[in-house]
């Protein structure tokens, strides 16, 4: 360690306990009642988003689905319609996976060990030390992004927090510090400190109980640790996407792949070039003249930019020529709601289902 709190590890996780009795959260509804299947909804929902925009979700979420053996029992689309516009639809489909391996192998439960729980879909190692310290009370770290820059600051560590090799210093670090009471609260503790004082940018160090200790803060660096994932230039690709509606105001929609992007998701049809939507279009009898392109939208995956042209256009008669039902399907504004798509179709489909096209 780079810098010493005052009295070791023990002094370090009373003093973030003392911080979070006045300044915690302490009504998130994961934590009444604090049951491992919601603390695990929570924490997977929590991957790569906020609070503020999770908890909505949660709640809808743990009303249609209150059980392990609810959520099991659901079907793919159901669970990808409550999570449509969170993102990352992965941690969906594990989650699901995950629910039906617990009904098939473990009567319906969550597994109680590290490792037992790590070896379900979608749960790795921070996950589920975060599910068992909260839950049950086990004396396990945690690691996520909060975790991560509140240590790196304090203790001054070098390099890229998501790197292997500072990683390999964080895990016993993060062990070290952790209480032998209290498991539950320090967890939340840590992570709100993180959220809310140790913030990413502005944080709050006047107020900061570990300011005198702080590396970070004692060299002026604050701003520089944890130090930023090296940089790359992702590439930029294109896409052209199809919006036919019929006059009823239904949409034709198409199911993804169960692999690759956006997978098992509801989408428009997708073509690589402007010249293979109109020859689409045009075997369903669409003239050219009827389709209009609609400004360009951006999406940025965690690989490549992916730039998106919509075409509309109107069907006077519901072209009969449609794949079978589980690939494609005409539906209307209220399905389309209960559907998991991603975003940015979600975006370019509400215009459409309301609104006459923009002459060009």
Not at 69 to 98: F, K, P, T
Not at 166 to 193: G, H
Request: hydrophobic residues 40%; neutral net charge; contains cysteine.
């Amino acid at each position: 360690m780079s810098a010493e709190i005052d009295s070791g590890p023990a002094n370090f996780a009373s003093r973030l306990l003392a911080w979070f009795d006045v300044h915690g959260r302490h009504d998130l509804p994961w934590q009444h009642p604090r049951t491992a299947y919601r603390v695990w909804i929570a924490e997977i929902m929590l991957q790569q988003t906020q609070v503020a925009t999770v908890i909505p979700y949660y709640l809808h979420f743990l009303n249609s689905f209150p059980s392990l053996q609810s959520l099991a029992s659901a079907s793919q689309d159901e669970v990808l319609g409550h999570w449509s516009g969170l993102g990352y639809y992965s941690r969906a489909r594990n989650l699901h996976a995950a629910a039906q391996r617990c009904v098939s192998e473990r009567a319906g439960e969550l597994p109680d060990t590290l490792e037992l729980l790590q070896a379900l879909p979608g749960i790795g190692r921070s996950t589920a030390a975060a599910i068992l310290a909260q839950a049950c009370g086990q004396r396990h770290a945690i690691l996520d992004g909060n975790v991560k820059r509140v240590l790196c600051r304090i203790f001054g560590i070098e390099g890229w927090p998501g790197s292997p090799s500072v990683e390999k210093t964080l895990w016993p670090l993060a062990t070290a510090l952790l209480p032998s009471k209290r498991l539950a609260d320090y967890t939340q503790a840590i992570m709100d400190f993180g959220a809310s004082q140790c913030r990413r940018s502005k944080p709050d160090c006047i107020s900061c109980p570990f300011a005198a200790e702080c590396v970070a803060h004692q060299t002026h660096r604050v701003a520089e640790l944890p130090q930023s994932r090296p940089k790359k230039v992702l590439p930029q690709r294109e896409c052209t996407m199809l919006v036919l509606q019929s006059e009823d105001g239904r949409v034709l929609l198409e199911r993804r792949p169960p692999v690759g992007v956006w997978a098992s998701l509801w989408s428009l049809p997708q073509f690589e070039t402007h010249a293979l939507a109109y020859e689409y279009a045009h075997s369903r009898g669409i003239a050219t003249d009827d389709i209009q392109q609609r400004t360009a939208i951006d999406h940025v995956f965690s690989h490549y930019r992916l730039q998106i042209t919509p075409l509309h256009a109107r069907c006077a008669e519901l072209p009969l020529r449609v794949a079978d039902d589980n690939h494609q399907r005409w539906l209307s504004r209220p399905e389309v709601e209960k559907l998991g798509m991603p975003a940015p179709v979600r975006r370019i489909i509400n215009p459409s289902l309301h609104e006459e096209p923009t002459p060009p």
